[in-house]
Structures are given as structure tokens and as C-alpha cells.
């Protein structure tokens, strides 16, 4: 016969996951996730040459402006930073430097101003 202890566990570890992931329901969270307030524009010079504009949806979105191109990308988890994705494109963006990697290559930017 299996002890009330052995038979509870599973549940209790059930219950215990079910909280924690229905704390996490509806965001993205990572480690030192310094987003600007969603409705913020900021720009961005990259290596060759390019402009980059990146408009804030909070964690949620971004919505980029390249090459001239228009894309709405979707946050992702990140471990440190943003990173924000849309089939082929990845926007990673740490401090001032943002990183844009899509068919075309990768552009690393810098934030102006």
C-alpha cells in the first residue's frame, strides 16, 4: 500500500507549477529586462550604413523600421536584454547596442542620441 505522502506528491507538485506559471501568464520575463515604455521610438545607426527605428509595445512588441521595411516583431524570452522575433528577423537590444539579424545578414547598432 502506498504511504498518503508517496500518493500526494505528485499533486502537490502539480499544484506548485500550475502557481508559479500562472504568474508568469501574459509576460515575458529574463534577467535585467530594461524595456522603454511602451510608445517609445528610439533610433539607431548601424554598420552599414543603415538607420534602425525600433518603437516599444512593452515587453510584448516591437515594431522595427529597416532598410525601408516595416516589421511588428513578437518579444521572446531573453536571458539578458530584449529580444523581440518575426519568422526570420531577431532583434536583440542590450543597453545602447541592438542587433538585427533577417535574411539580409546582421546589422549591429548603435542608439543616437
Known amino acids: 500500500m502506498i504511504g498518503r505522502?508517496?500518493?500526494?506528491?505528485?499533486?502537490?507538485?502539480?499544484?506548485l507549477a500550475t502557481?508559479?506559471?500562472a504568474g508568469c501568464q501574459g509576460r515575458i520575463e529574463g534577467v535585467d529586462r530594461h524595456v522603454p515604455p511602451s510608445g517609445t521610438t528610439l533610433a539607431y545607426?548601424?554598420?552599414?550604413?543603415?538607420?534602425?527605428?525600433?518603437?516599444f509595445?512593452?515587453?510584448?512588441?516591437?515594431?522595427?523600421?529597416?532598410?525601408?521595411?516595416?516589421?511588428e516583431l513578437?518579444?521572446?524570452?531573453?536571458?539578458?536584454?530584449?529580444?523581440?522575433?518575426?519568422?526570420?528577423?531577431?532583434l536583440r537590444i542590450e543597453g545602447d547596442q541592438a542587433i538585427l539579424e533577417n535574411v539580409d545578414g546582421t546589422s549591429h547598432c548603435t542608439r543616437r542620441g
Do not use: M, N
Open 5 to 15: 505522502e508517496a500518493a500526494t506528491a505528485p499533486v502537490a507538485g502539480l499544484l
Open 19 to 21: 502557481a508559479l506559471l
Open 45 to 55: 545607426g548601424c554598420d552599414d550604413g543603415s538607420g534602425l527605428q525600433v518603437t
Open 57 to 71: 509595445t512593452g515587453l510584448e512588441a516591437a515594431t522595427i523600421d529597416h532598410a525601408g521595411a516595416s516589421r
Open 74 to 90: 513578437h518579444g521572446v524570452f531573453s536571458e539578458q536584454g530584449a529580444k523581440y522575433k518575426a519568422g526570420d528577423t531577431i
